[in-house]
């Protein structure tokens, strides 16, 4: 299993959330590259969890959107059932991301810095995509690498 060969896609994802995915996935590689991370099978479903949970995360802050009355009027209603369920879904992501940091430092490459600090930019690069700015294809292509 390689991250080059794991776009993941699920029938629930949405077009942006497979763009979003494929970037993820690639940025990482790259980290992992010049860190000398090599790609196991560990590693690779590591960073899909990652990935995973981002979106989900993603999913339900959504809901903290607010909605529009017929009379333009913003109303925003978040239920303590919502707040709870991000909380939790942003816990496992930061579990995700821990996990991932320990894999690679069981296969001898640790991270300089936290993983998390490598992907504050591209999560907030990537933010456009819950405001619905499309994303062609070629500004997702990966250069292939063997290590």
Same mark, same amino acid.
């Given at each position: 299993m390689r991250l080059q060969e794991n776009y993941w896609r699920e029938p629930w994802m949405t077009e942006e959330e497979y763009l979003y995915m494929k970037r993820l996935l690639a940025s990482l590689r790259r980290l992992f590259k010049t860190s000398g991370v090599?790609?196991?099978p560990l590693v690779c479903l590591r $960073?899909?969890?990652v990935g995973v949970?981002?979106?989900l995360a993603r999913r339900l802050e959504q809901g903290l *959107?607010? $909605? $529009?009355? +017929?009379?333009?009027e913003a109303v925003l209603d978040v239920s303590g059932a919502l707040a709870d369920h991000i909380g939790k879904t942003r816990e496992r992501l930061r579990k995700a991301i821990r996990e991932l940091e320990d894999a690679c430092t069981r296969l001898g490459a640790p991270l300089d810095t936290g993983? $998390? +600090?490598q992907m504050l930019p591209l999560v907030r690069k990537t933010q456009d995509l819950l405001h619905g700015v499309s994303i062609s294809d070629e500004?997702? *292509?990966i250069n292939s690498c063997n290590t």
């Open positions: 090599r790609e196991s $960073a899909v969890d949970h981002c979106l *959107t607010p $909605a $529009a009355k +017929e009379n333009g993983l $998390a +600090e500004q997702t *292509t």
